[in-house]
């Protein structure tokens, strides 16, 4: 048998190291779509405090476009060490955008059907791309007690469950893998970056990610102040009820992970304000979600309160690209909030720059 010409031995090993990643290259290559999560992105936003810069993190870049692939994956891997999980089984949840989007790619990754349980504050883009991964879109228009859709959902939810009994809902707004996620992950994601910032700016919607990051934040850095960030409109602390828009922060029922989380300030904010933000943002070059403007202006609400060389750190759960039918969208931006198009423009005109060279 003649032995093969150290060409050919050369031009094997070529195909080989195409189709096989080095053993020693970092990072390694992951199993499967859920396990795209990306931590450790940090964008440093001048222009908003005297004298300190805030440390954006950006949750964006995961599978799904958002945070919410961390609870998501968690609330099924939960189920499914319970023993409570079948091969094709059914799943239900409430959600306004990412959450179910997240779900959807899991439920799809695993071969699971699921149903999301949505209203019609919901992007145009994500339903889309819920309805792209096989997911059942159910969108409920009645209004609940507050204002909102939120306990609508619920009850739609409850009312299939009576009838469909295989049904699995999830209830993010109750299941301790939601704000455990963020315990276990995005806290000390946040801390191995900045093991003990001054101030932690966060969104709160289900609050998962408020109670989750907070409880890691106060047990590395009891220092540390934790800012909720809420939507004016939004009941989840008590306060009244108004109409709301845009979907990511901000509830009409308290969501019962609620009673865990560990805040030193609420701030709350107008949703035209919320606008003006993310405007503002993008004419320096970054398209951002709503909940990203909301928490970005809550910070800049309390520039005279932060001190020079402060260490502030924010969340992004998401990026901008899933709001080009509303937030960047002059016709939708007026129809909600008059005038508000003018205010974009003079804080464009007046902003200082973010970045530097």
Same mark, same amino acid.
């Given at each position: 048998?003649? $032995?093969?010409?150290?060409?050919?031995?050369?031009?094997?090993?070529?195909?080989?190291?195409?189709?096989?990643?080095?053993?020693?290259?970092?990072?390694?290559?992951?199993?499967?779509?859920?396990?795209? $999560?990306?931590?450790?992105?940090?964008?440093?936003?001048?222009?908003?405090? +005297?004298?300190?810069?805030?440390?954006?993190?950006?949750?964006?870049?995961? $599978?799904?476009?958002?945070?919410?692939?961390?609870?998501?994956?968690?609330?099924?891997?939960?189920?499914?060490?319970?023993?409570? *999980?079948?091969? %094709?089984?059914?799943?239900?949840?409430?959600?306004?955008?990412?959450?179910?989007?997240?779900?959807?790619?899991? $439920?799809?990754?695993?071969?699971?059907?699921?149903?999301?349980?949505?209203?019609?504050?919901?992007?145009?883009?994500? #339903?889309?791309?819920?309805?792209?991964?096989?997911?059942?879109?159910?969108?409920?228009?009645?209004?609940?007690?507050?204002?909102?859709?939120?306990?609508?959902?619920?009850?739609?939810?409850?009312? +299939?469950?009576? +009838?469909?009994?295989?049904?699995?809902?999830?209830?993010?707004?109750?299941?301790? *893998?939601?704000?455990?996620?963020?315990?276990?992950?995005?806290? =000390?994601?946040?801390?191995? &970056?900045?093991?003990?910032?001054?101030?932690?700016?966060? @969104? *709160?919607?289900?609050?998962?990610?408020?109670?989750?990051?907070?409880?890691?934040?106060?047990?590395?850095? =009891?220092?540390?102040?934790?800012?909720?960030?809420?939507?004016?409109?939004?009941?989840?602390?008590?306060?009244?009820?108004? =109409?709301?828009?845009?979907?990511?922060?901000?509830?009409?029922?308290?969501?019962?992970?609620?009673?865990?989380? #560990?805040?030193?300030?609420?701030?709350?904010? %107008?949703? *035209?304000?919320?606008?003006?933000?993310?405007?503002?943002? &993008?004419?320096?070059?970054?398209?951002?979600?709503?909940?990203?403007?909301?928490?970005?202006?809550?910070?800049?609400?309390?520039?005279?309160?932060?001190?020079?060389?402060?260490?502030?750190?924010?969340?992004?759960?998401?990026?901008?690209?899933?709001?080009?039918?509303?937030?960047?969208?002059?016709?939708?931006?007026? @129809?909600?909030?008059?005038?508000?198009?003018?205010?974009? &423009?003079? #804080?464009?005109?007046? &902003?200082?720059?973010?970045?530097t060279r």
């Open positions: 048998m003649r $032995a093969p010409s150290p060409i050919a031995s050369s031009e094997n090993a070529r195909r080989r190291q195409r189709r096989e990643p080095s053993r020693s290259a970092r990072p390694e290559p992951v199993s499967r779509p859920s396990d795209l $999560a990306c931590g450790d992105v940090f964008i440093r936003i001048g222009g908003l405090l +005297r004298g300190t810069a805030v440390q954006l993190k950006l949750e964006g870049f995961s $599978a799904g476009g958002s945070v919410k692939i961390k609870p998501a994956r968690q609330m099924i891997d939960r189920l499914e060490r319970s023993g409570d *999980a079948k091969p %094709g089984m059914a799943l239900i949840e409430s959600s306004s955008g990412n959450l179910g989007l997240a779900l959807g790619i899991i $439920a799809a990754e695993r071969g699971y059907r699921f149903t999301c349980v949505s209203d019609p504050n919901i992007s145009p883009q994500t #339903a889309k791309l819920m309805r792209a991964y096989g997911t059942e879109l159910v969108i409920v228009d009645r209004r609940d007690h507050n204002g909102g859709f939120l306990a609508s959902r619920i009850g739609y939810i409850r009312d +299939r469950l009576a +009838r469909e009994p295989e049904l699995i809902w999830l209830n993010q707004y109750a299941n301790p *893998a939601n704000p455990g996620a963020h315990e276990h992950v995005t806290g =000390p994601q946040i801390l191995a &970056a900045f093991p003990q910032p001054d101030y932690v700016f966060i @969104g *709160a919607g289900t609050t998962g990610t408020l109670t989750g990051v907070s409880r890691a934040i106060r047990a590395a850095s =009891p220092t540390t102040r934790i800012i909720a960030v809420d939507t004016l409109g939004s009941v989840t602390f008590g306060t009244e009820a108004g =109409p709301r828009h845009l979907p990511g922060l901000g509830t009409s029922r308290r969501p019962e992970i609620a009673s865990d989380q #560990a805040m030193d300030h609420l701030i709350l904010v %107008g949703e *035209a304000d919320t606008v003006v933000m993310c405007r503002r943002l &993008a004419a320096r070059g970054l398209l951002l979600g709503a909940s990203t403007g909301t928490v970005l202006a809550a910070v800049s609400s309390w520039a005279d309160r932060i001190p020079v060389d402060a260490c502030v750190v924010a969340i992004s759960p998401d990026m901008g690209d899933r709001y080009l039918d509303s937030v960047y969208d002059d016709d939708w931006v007026e @129809g909600h909030f008059p005038g508000t198009l003018a205010q974009c &423009a003079e #804080a464009v005109a007046a &902003a200082q720059m973010f970045w």
